[in-house]
């Protein structure tokens, strides 16, 4: 587990670095949430789901559905270091032509399984694969990631009630809880607390961790794969800009894109 | 002649389908009786999904169904499908070019009395700006069965528009339904309306009343908006010189929009637009609703008239 587990923090790291690499060059971009969601996507994609990169239309390979769709870099950057396309396609964000949209485009990149960027309905599609997975006798697991801001849409209630109602225990939604969204603190714009108690009264299994442990997150998602019946949400306190000092906890840093001498800090502090 | 409504024709095609296509699966919220696909969910109980009251997570429901090759029919009423669930299919079906069936029941006024908050008269315009939509309107029963069939073998979105009220059987059987392909109902060289879904019916009479004073008025039914057959609509506005069309819909947006666009750019004819002219419905019997707001088989008429 030791060993896993400081494989995984060096991946993350990595991936860190790319976001603020991509970021910087794209000149906009999302690096906040990108590097809160950073742990939570190296241990799906480097861990837990099973994957096959050379074959991104596999009828049975594991899906993700970044929901938070503006957390595009962090997905760009997993989906390059486990091979779907070259590293060096990623100083391509945002630029005209490019596969790596602003947000996720399933028919221009592989690997991307859910275009998305409007907030609030990643969930349901998700739902849909679970379904299908179901109606096709297949194993694979679906995995969706919120933002906390994200889960005020109504749409992901009207998700969670659906996947409960069909109990969809092929379905772990993670809940990226880094307590900011655009406007400020989500407590302060919209609350949405208690949330692990909302998710729980929707008839989801919920579990609550620290999305930048990974001694706290591979656990949460095993325990998501024997949920009786019931799909599971894992609500992961998460610092928005982690790994960055000048960016954790910056609401500021929501959607700005690193210049010059911060582009310096940032890259050595993760270095 | 025999009424069938296309809500009714939608059932049966869907559960004739579906016995073919083991991929086919259907979703509603909370309308299945109301939109017939409570006949495929009695045949198929486990491929049918009522996902309740809804209609956004229905349509980003189907989004993922389709990600996972599944071919989803997902429908409400046309005033929630399109409204209520518009982003959802701008942004989860359109853009991703995914194999989502929105099958539309329940548009126009001939709802009747349920009123204005149940007419959808601005469904077609929303549909129809999609890139990757094809937007049908079937005319008929047979149409409709049409419009069914071919939407399983289009590989994308398709928005198909359906009635509740019933509408008389114009086809035979051996009628081929084409998408994109316009249907001359009716030859007539002094005039040309060119109507869809249930307005074909009124604009059938209407020729009838207009040949009766001697005025022999060409009938083109397009049951495709999208993609618009537009050299059917050119090769009519050079046959007769000007066009009426007619449609339950606002003229904003819909066919008459369509077709005002194609010949402006292509063959510009004079033109007028039989439809709800820019406003809301109300609660009334069909007939009662139809004749105060100017859909029916006189006002078609009077409008051929006003351009001859
Ligand atoms: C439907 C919709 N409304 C508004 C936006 C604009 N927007 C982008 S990110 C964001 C805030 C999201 O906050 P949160 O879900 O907490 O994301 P995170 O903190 O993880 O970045 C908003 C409002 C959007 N993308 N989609
Ligand atoms: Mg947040």
């Known amino acids: 587990m030791e060993k896993i587990v400081a494989e995984l923090t060096e991946k993350a790291r990595e991936i860190r670095r790319h976001i603020v690499r991509m970021v910087a060059e794209a000149g906009s971009g999302h690096p906040g949430g990108s590097l809160s969601a950073a742990d939570i996507v190296t241990a799906l994609y480097f861990n837990q789901m099973r994957l096959d990169p050379v074959r991104p239309d596999w009828p049975d390979r594991d899906r993700f559905v970044l929901s938070k769709g503006h957390a595009a870099p962090v997905l760009y950057a997993a989906l390059a270091e486990r091979g779907y396309f070259p590293v060096a396609e990623l100083s391509t964000l945002r630029k005209l032509g490019s596969r790596l949209q602003g947000h996720p485009d399933m028919r221009k990149l592989p690997g991307v399984e859910m275009s998305t960027g409007s907030l609030g309905q990643g969930l349901s599609a998700a739902n849909g694969m679970a379904l299908a997975a179901r109606l096709d006798g297949r194993d694979y697991r679906v995995y969706a990631l919120l933002g906390d801001g994200e889960c005020q849409e109504g749409q992901v209630w009207e998700a969670a009630m659906a996947a409960a109602h069909y109990a969809l225990e092929n379905l772990t939604a993670i809940v990226d809880f880094n307590g900011l969204q655009i406007d400020g603190p989500v407590s302060e714009v919209m609350s949405t607390e208690p949330l692990p108690d909302k998710w729980r009264a929707f008839g989801w299994h919920v579990l609550e961790i620290d999305g930048h442990d990974f001694g706290q997150i591979l656990p949460a998602l095993e325990k998501a794969r024997s949920a009786g019946g019931r799909p599971t949400a894992i609500v992961a306190r998460t610092v928005k800009g982690k790994g960055v000092s000048f960016m954790e906890h910056g609401v500021d840093w929501h959607g700005v894109a690193p210049k010059g001498d911060q582009v310096a800090q940032a890259l050595a502090e993760l270095a | ?308």
């Open chain 2, 1 to 308: 002649m025999q009424k069938i409504a296309t809500r009714e024709a939608y059932g049966k095609a869907l559960v004739e389908l579906g016995t073919g296509n083991p991929d086919i699966v259907v979703l509603d919220a909370d309308l299945a009786k109301s939109t017939r696909t409570i006949e495929f969910k009695k045949r198929f109980p486990h491929r049918f999904f009522d996902l309740g009251v809804a209609e956004a997570n229905m349509v980003g429901t189907a989004a993922g169904l389709a990600a996972a090759g599944k071919i989803p029919f997902c429908s409400t009423f046309a005033v929630f499908a399109a409204g209520r669930a518009f982003d959802q299919i701008r942004q989860s079906v359109a853009y991703p070019r995914l194999n989502v069936k929105i099958a539309a029941s329940h548009a126009g006024i001939t709802v009747g009395e349920d009123g204005a908050s149940h007419q959808s008269v601005e469904d077609v315009a929303l549909m129809r700006v999609l890139p990757n939509m094809t937007v049908f309107v079937p005319a008929d029963a047979v149409e409709t069965a049409g419009a069914v069939r071919a939407a399983v073998d289009i590989d994308g979105p398709v928005y198909i528009r359906l009635g509740r009220a019933g509408v008389p059987v114009l086809h035979g059987d051996d009628f081929k339904f084409v998408p994109g392909q316009a249907v001359t109902l009716r030859q007539g060289l002094d005039a040309t309306i060119i109507a869809s879904g249930f307005m074909v019916g009124q604009a059938l009479q209407a020729a009838d009343l207009l040949a009766a004073e001697g005025i022999e008025a060409g009938v083109l039914n397009i049951h495709t908006i999208k993609p618009l057959d537009v050299q059917a609509v050119v090769d009519a506005a050079q046959r007769t010189g000007f066009i009426v069309t007619a449609e339950e819909h606002s003229i904003i947006g819909g066919l008459g929009s369509a077709v005002a666009e194609t010949l402006a750019e292509h063959y510009p004819v004079p033109m007028l637009r039989v439809g709800l002219q820019d406003v809301f419905g109300e609660s009334g019997r069909p007939d009662e609703l139809l004749q105060k707001y100017g859909l029916t088989p006189d006002d078609i008429v009077n409008a051929v008239q006003k351009l001859l």
